[in-house]
C-alpha cells in the first residue's frame, strides 16, 4: 500500500541512483508542488540542487521575502532573484489578458536561463510537476512549469530547457504531495496554501499593470487573506484574491468627493480548479473587510463581492 513515508524512501533512492554526483536546477515558485519536489531532490542529492526563486514583482506583498526566508530555514540551496523591474518594463502598457501573460513568459524564461547558466556543469532541470499536469498538459497550479510550457515555442529554445528533465512527482496527485510534503516535515502553513497563478497578480489588475497598482492590490489582497486567516475561514476556501478593476467610482469622504478605485474580492470551493462556486463568505467578515479596505488602502473606495460561479465565469478574471 502506497504511504507517503515509503513514496519519499523509494523516490529518494530513485533520485540518487539517477542523478549520482550531477548538478540539478529548480525553479521554486513558493508553492507546494515546487516547494515538496525540491526538499525531495535535497535528501537525495543535498547541495547539488541549486534553486532559483525569481520574484516577478506580481507576488503577494511580502511574499518574495517571507518565503525566500522560509526555503532558507529549510536548508535548501536556493538563490532569490528579485527582477520585478525587468518584468514592470515589459509589461508596460500591455492591457490584453494573454499579451501580459506572453510578456511575463518571456521574462520569466530569460531571467531563469541567465540564472541557470550561472550553475555550472548542471546537467538536470526538476520540475514540480504533478499527475493532474501531466493529463492536462497545463500545470491550474501557477509555478514555473505552466509558464515554460505555454512558451517554448517562441524563438527556438533556451539553454536551460536542453537540459534532461526530472519530475519527482508526476505520478501522484495533490492530496499526496501534501501529504509527502507534511511526512517531510514541511511547515503546515506552506503546504495548505492557496492556489496561485503563476502571471500573479499581473491578471488580477484588469488591463495594464503598474507599480501603483501592484502596491494597491497587495494592500487589499493582505487584508483580505489575513482576515480570513484570522477568522478561520482560509482553509475552509480553495482559493481567493483580490482584483484590482479598470474603473473608477464616486464616494465621499467626510466632506469630499472621491473618485477612485474599484476592487473585487472573490473566493471559490472546487476540488480541481476546472469548475468552482463562489463561497458563502459570512456578512459580518465582508462588511469588516470591506471597511479595513477602504479605510486603509488609499485609492480605493468601493469593494464589490464576485458571487459568480465557474462555469460560465472563470476563477481568475483574465
Ligand atoms: P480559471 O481562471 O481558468 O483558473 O478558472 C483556474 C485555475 O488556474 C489558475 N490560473 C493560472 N495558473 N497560469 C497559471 O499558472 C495562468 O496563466 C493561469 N490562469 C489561471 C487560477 O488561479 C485557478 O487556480
Not at 506583498?61 to 517571507?66: A, L, P, T, W
Not at 530555514?73 to 520585478?84: P, Y
Not at 501573460?101 to 546537467?123: L, N, P, T
Request: with cysteine; aromatic share 6%; net charge negative.
Amino acid at each position: 500500500t502506497w504511504t507517503p513515508d515509503s513514496f519519499v524512501d523509494e523516490t529518494v533512492t530513485e533520485l540518487k541512483a539517477k542523478i549520482g554526483d550531477d548538478k540539478v536546477v529548480l525553479g521554486l515558485s513558493g508553492g507546494v508542488d515546487s516547494t515538496v519536489a525540491a526538499v525531495l531532490l535535497h535528501k537525495a542529492i543535498g547541495a547539488n540542487l541549486h534553486c532559483i526563486f525569481v520574484n516577478n514583482g506580481l507576488l503577494r506583498k511580502n511574499e518574495f521575502s517571507d518565503v525566500l526566508k522560509q526555503y532558507e530555514g529549510m536548508g535548501l540551496n536556493v538563490k532569490g532573484v528579485d527582477a520585478s523591474a525587468r518584468f514592470l518594463d515589459e509589461l508596460a502598457g500591455l492591457s490584453e489578458p494573454e499579451a501580459k501573460r506572453k510578456a511575463i513568459g518571456k521574462v520569466f524564461i530569460d531571467v531563469f536561463d541567465d540564472e541557470a547558466h550561472q550553475i555550472e556543469d548542471a546537467k538536470w532541470l526538476a520540475q514540480g510537476t504533478i499527475y493532474p499536469d501531466v493529463i492536462e498538459s497545463v500545470s491550474v497550479n501557477g509555478g514555473p512549469s505552466a509558464t515554460i510550457k505555454s512558451h517554448h515555442n517562441v524563438g527556438g529554445l533556451p539553454d536551460f530547457m536542453k537540459l534532461k528533465v526530472v519530475e519527482p512527482l508526476r505520478m501522484i496527485f495533490k492530496d499526496e504531495v501534501r501529504r509527502v510534503g507534511a511526512s517531510m516535515g514541511i511547515d503546515k502553513e506552506l503546504l495548505g496554501r492557496h492556489p496561485f497563478p503563476g502571471p500573479g497578480l499581473g491578471i488580477r489588475i484588469l488591463g495594464d499593470i503598474t507599480a501603483e497598482k501592484v502596491r494597491i492590490l497587495q494592500e487589499v489582497d493582505a487584508i483580505f487573506i489575513n482576515g480570513l486567516k484570522e477568522n478561520g475561514l482560509y482553509d475552509k476556501v480553495w482559493q481567493a484574491g483580490a482584483i484590482l478593476l479598470p474603473v473608477n467610482s464616486v464616494g465621499v469622504m467626510g466632506d469630499e468627493r472621491t473618485y477612485e478605485k474599484v476592487v473585487a474580492l472573490r473566493a471559490v470551493e472546487s476540488t480541481d480548479g476546472m469548475t468552482a462556486d463562489w463561497v458563502n463568505l459570512p456578512y459580518e467578515f465582508l462588511q469588516k473587510t470591506s471597511n479595513k479596505i477602504i479605510n486603509n488602502v488609499k485609492g480605493v473606495n468601493r469593494v464589490v463581492y464576485d458571487i459568480s460561479s465557474k462555469p460560465p465565469a472563470t476563477i481568475e478574471w483574465e
